[in-house]
Each structure stands twice: as C-alpha cells, then as structure tokens.
C-alpha cells in the first residue's frame, strides 16, 4: 500500500521532540512510506536542522502559511495524494514499533467506506516520558456518534476523507487552537466515522508554550460548539458523555471532569454485578453521574437513554 506522513511542528518542538518523532516514525516495524512530508511556516523552517533531511531520505519540507496546527492535515487536500494512504502524526508522540502494523491490520479487516483508524490511548504515567498505557486489545473498537481526534496515529486509508484546502483555513478561523474540536465535528457532519485500536504510546518531553496549552483546555468546549455552529447543527448546547467500566475508577472519573469539555450529562455503564465503593458514589452524586447497570455494558454505552440531539462522546 502507497503511504506519506503528513505531520507539522514548530519552535522548540522542531529540536527537542520533532527528531525523535521522526525516529518512531521510521522504526515502525514493516512500514516503508513513499514520503514524510513536513509543513512548515517559512520562520519555522529557519529553525530546522537541515540534517534531518539527509538523515531522513523520505523527509520532504513543503512550505505554508500558518494555520498552526491544521498544518499537519494539508495531505489531505493535495490530490497527488489521493491514491496513498495518510498516516497523520503529531510531532511529540514516540510512535510504538507495532503502531503500523495494528492499524494495517484494521484497516485489512473492513471495507465499509467512509472511515479512518486511529491508534488510541490512555491516562499518563509521571517520568521524562510521560508514557501512556493501557491492556492492548486485540479488536477494534467503533466510535460512536462523535469522535474526539486523536492523534497518536491516525491512518486514512486511499481515497477516503479528502477534502479542500478552505475546510482547513475554515477550520483555522472557528477553533484556531483547536483543531481537534473542529475535526471531530467535520468528521461527523462529513459521516466520516472511525475504528479505534487500543495500544501503548509515549509523549515526549518538551518545553512547549505553555499559554497556548492552557487556552487549549480552558476553550476546548466553547470551540467545540463554534465548530458545531459553522456546520449549522442546532443543539450545541447540551453535552454527554457516555463510559463504560467493569470495575469504574473513581480517579479516572475525577479526572474526567477536569477535562475542558466539561460535560452537561454523564452515562456510566457498568455490569449488573457492580457494587460502587462510597467514594464513587459520592462522586456521581455530586457530578450527578447516570450510573445504568447492563449485560454488556461496552455495547450499551453508545446508545445512552437521553435526548437524542445530546451531542454524546
């Protein structure tokens, strides 16, 4: 199969975690990609070391204007591209070495159109790699009605979730921070959807910009709804999540309402058998938390019992 990378950086991030990006990237067993192709702004590029050009064959640099991190999606929109398929990549993941052959996998086992493959993962781990773990599951998972972009490996396969350069620069002018925010709602209203597989990444550590980090989580849910709008859906006010746990973590659920898309409404789908401890029932009545007992919870979870224009992830 015909594949680029497509990925952006910039700044620090161009010396401090770009290069070990770049190095995962390559190290991925059975992977042999036609280009890596890098965008760049014209300072940015400045800032680059040339070496990682003749270290890198396949590494290629092409030039834009800054629409931050939208960047790393321009692949999408060059139609030289459009018989490859795109493995979208964030500049401070240490892509794991089975990360191309899992989602390859994947992607030979359906062929129901519209969709793409994402590598995803969990909580982090404290050290100079915060590294993110959970069990490796040895089958796909389909999202539901919404999707949260992920990018610690995203594959799209050939022909397949293309579109135009202005729905980037779009995307740039709604949520500029945000890109994820605005790519999950242009993936629903496109009815692009996605199968995800579980694994183990790493993020690097780096010296990043720490202002523009923290107005990513404190704006994350206000360019969510701006997405929402400039696809002119009508309920963009109400939002729900929906978990499913065999044995529900009280930290993970404290940690779930710290995020920057702050729920409306919470569904926790748990086994008939479940007995919460007095802190998780502490936590669910002062979050009012939706505790719903089921057979099979992780089937039940994507259709929760509530108004059916809730925005659910």
Aim: aromatic residues 10%; hydrophobic residues 35%.
């Amino acid at each position: 199969m015909n594949t680029v990378v497509s990925i952006t950086s910039y700044g620090e991030r161009l010396s401090k975690t770009l290069p070990k990006t770049l190095e995962s990237i390559y190290g991925m067993t059975g992977f042999k990609p036609d280009a890596v192709l890098l965008y760049l702004t014209e300072q940015d590029y400045g800032l680059l070391d040339k070496n990682l050009m003749f270290k890198h064959p396949k590494l290629s640099v092409r030039i834009t204007d800054d629409i931050r991190s939208y960047k790393k999606y321009l692949a999408l929109t060059e139609r030289e591209f459009d018989k490859h398929a795109v493995f979208i990549a964030d500049d401070d993941i240490l892509y794991s070495p089975d990360t191309w052959l899992t989602l390859s996998a994947v992607l030979g086992r359906h062929d129901d159109g519209n969709v793409i493959y994402a590598k995803t993962i969990s909580v982090p781990k404290r050290g100079f790699l915060s590294e993110y773990r959970i069990p490796v599951r040895d089958t796909d998972t389909a999202f539901g009605k919404y999707w949260l972009w992920t990018n610690n490996g995203v594959l799209v396969p050939p022909e397949t979730f293309r579109f135009d350069e202005q729905v980037l620069r779009d995307g740039f002018d709604t949520a500029p921070t945000d890109d994820d925010a605005f790519m999950s709602v242009y993936c629903n209203t496109s009815g692009v959807k996605c199968r995800c597989i579980y694994g183990t990444q790493a993020v690097s550590d780096f010296s990043g910009n720490p202002k523009l980090r923290t107005l990513n989580r404190g704006a994350f849910r206000t360019h969510l709804q701006q997405s929402l709008a400039h696809f002119g859906h009508p309920d963009a006010d109400t939002i729900a999540v929906s978990v499913h746990a065999n044995k529900p973590s009280a930290d993970r659920m404290e940690s779930l309402f710290g995020q920057s898309l702050r729920p409306d409404k919470v569904f926790l789908y748990v086994p008939e058998s479940y007995k919460p401890t007095k802190r998780m029932t502490e936590l669910t009545e002062r979050h009012s938390v939706t505790l719903i007992k089921s057979d099979n919870p992780s089937r039940d979870r994507w259709t929760p019992d509530t108004d059916p224009d809730d925005l659910v992830f």
